[in-house]
């Protein structure tokens, strides 16, 4: 079966709430409003909503270009990590007034996968300025697998202000959310957008981000709709982001982004291309 660049074999579903129901997808239009994603489901065309978010990091001590990417090693300067070396890809250079993509990776994977699913050619191509972190005990950085959590929150602290990121698109997948998510609670005005994918971290705070009014970013969430238990962490998305549009990859599996890497790209483009200008202008 061939499909054009806005038909997929996965058959994607956005949704506000939930879509366990198929004939809900054809509501969607009368009350989210649409933009020119197209997605199929059972042989009709959606219009569908999107807001989402890339994480990516710049600067470095030592440089390694490759084809497509820059591969960095910045050493921390703050006390708290003790000259912790952390390894990084880029591409495409910081645009004044516009945030950085920032990826985020899970725990079978490093920001080499961002690289291998051409996430990171896709953003540059679209105008943004992009890296692509490998997390602590991942890949070519060092320190501990899991922190705790002010751990976390200090870690991406520490990068942001070392690559001097004033702004980022968070892009998480699975694990990489229990690390965007310390961001978006501590300082929710530096998070321009957020998308996680099959993300951790929501459900460690659901009472606090219930109870918060500044959680006004846009937020795309992704999921495989074969993503058992960890399908419910998405409907916490939907409850605490008021400005939360979640699509489900119909047959796939937890590393969705990954098993379609097509759709998780052309989501991607067209969600920072939706809200590009917001961004540069957000009195807009």
């Not at 980022?168 to 229990?178: K, N, P, R």
């Not at 957008?193 to 951790?200: F, H, I, R, S």
């Not at 006004?216 to 939360?244: H, K």
């Amino acid at each position: 079966m061939r499909t054009s660049s806005r038909q997929y074999i996965y058959n994607a579903i956005i949704s506000r709430r939930d879509t366990a129901n198929p004939s809900s997808a054809t509501i969607l239009r009368g009350w989210i409003r649409p933009v020119e994603l197209s997605l199929t489901y059972s042989g009709k065309m959606v219009s569908g909503t999107q807001t989402l978010f890339a994480v990516f990091v710049s600067f470095a001590i030592s440089s390694t270009a490759h084809a497509g990417f820059v591969a960095h090693t910045l050493t921390l300067s703050s006390p708290l990590f003790a000259g912790m070396r952390v390894h990084y890809k880029e591409v495409s250079q910081q645009v004044s007034g516009q945030p950085t993509a920032l990826f985020l990776h899970g725990a079978k994977f490093t920001s080499d996968d961002w690289a291998t699913i051409g996430a990171l050619d896709a953003v540059a191509a679209s105008g943004y300025h992009a890296v692509a972190l490998d997390l602590p005990g991942f890949g070519q950085t060092g320190g501990l697998r899991m922190f705790e959590e002010a751990d976390r929150a200090n870690f991406m602290d520490a990068v942001l202000e070392e690559l001097n990121l004033d702004r980022v698109v968070l892009v998480a997948a699975s694990m990489g959310g229990i690390f965007a998510i310390e961001l978006v609670m501590k300082d929710p005005a530096r998070v321009a957008g957020y998308m996680p994918l099959g993300a951790a971290g929501a459900e460690e705070y659901i009472n606090e981000l219930s109870a918060r009014s500044d959680l006004t970013m846009p937020v795309l969430t992704l999921w495989g709709s074969n993503d058992f238990p960890e399908s419910a962490r998405a409907r916490i998305y939907e409850w605490v982001f008021p400005q939360q549009r979640k699509v489900v990859f119909e047959g796939a599996g937890h590393p969705c982004w990954h098993e379609n890497p097509a759709l998780f790209k052309e989501l991607l483009v067209e969600f920072l291309s939706d809200h590009g200008r917001e961004w540069r202008d957000p009195v807009a």
